[in-house]
């Protein structure tokens, strides 16, 4: 069983233009959630998606948005980009709630 | 409020048991994760214990809840050099959402 997939694994933006990253959860998985990771701050929740639904959003400014599509996967889209947005982006999946969360290998976004 | 704790750092030897600690601070938490990132990677789960139990034992691993402190640990048994890494605790509530501690970077040496 094929785990959480992230494209790009590594990618680097310049301020100011926008980036998508996208997630494929495990197969089966309907609950896809988006994390940044800065040494900084941390892990830090972005926002959750259940059935296309957002069913949960974390502290971030509105230049970071997501959607889910009724395959399950999932996209995250940051406009605007700076310099502070360059982080390992996680994608975790689960079979909704209750259930083990697994998380991909990571998007590396660098921002120059 | 929703804060997890983790002490930063944590050496031993190889051969000998980890303990990494975790202190949570919502009592509504329902799973509690353990997870570890090696460099350069995401995270990896390890084990997770459902607030209703005590104790979870997984091969070389131990996870002890104690709901009354809001303390949770991960012994690993018998640690070797692959074990070096980051180790991070994560609270759920109800939710896929999941809030992390700061994390554990463990050192073993020979």
């Known amino acids: 069983k094929a785990g959480v997939t992230q494209t790009p694994r590594y990618l680097i933006k310049t301020r100011g233009q926008q980036v998508t990253l996208s997630c494929s959860p495990i197969?089966?998985?309907?609950?896809v959630s988006w994390y940044q990771q800065t040494p900084g701050q941390g892990l830090q929740f972005l926002f959750e998606y259940f059935s296309e639904t957002q069913r949960n959003k974390g502290n971030f400014p509105g230049r970071f948005s997501g959607r889910q599509f009724s395959n399950s996967r999932s996209e995250m889209n940051v406009s605007t980009l700076e310099l502070g947005d360059s982080a390992l982006y996680l994608c975790a999946s689960t079979q909704g709630p209750g259930n083990t969360i697994y998380f991909g290998e990571g998007s590396w976004l660098t921002v120059v | 409020g929703e804060d997890v704790e983790q002490s930063l750092f944590l050496s031993v030897r190889e051969g000998d048991s980890s303990v990494i600690n975790c202190t949570y601070t919502d009592s509504s938490s329902t799973y509690l994760y353990w997870y570890k990132q090696e460099p350069g990677a995401g995270l990896q789960l390890l084990t997770y214990?459902?607030?209703?139990?005590d104790m979870k034992q997984d091969q070389r691993l131990t996870v002890l809840l104690n709901k009354k402190d809001k303390h949770l640990s991960l012994r690993i048994a018998d640690t070797q050099t692959g074990d070096s890494a980051i180790y991070f605790c994560a609270e759920s509530i109800n939710t896929d959402k999941l809030i992390f501690g700061t994390g554990t970077r463990l050192q073993v040496f020979p």
């Open positions: 197969s089966g998985h309907r609950s």
């Open positions: 214990i459902f607030s209703n139990m």
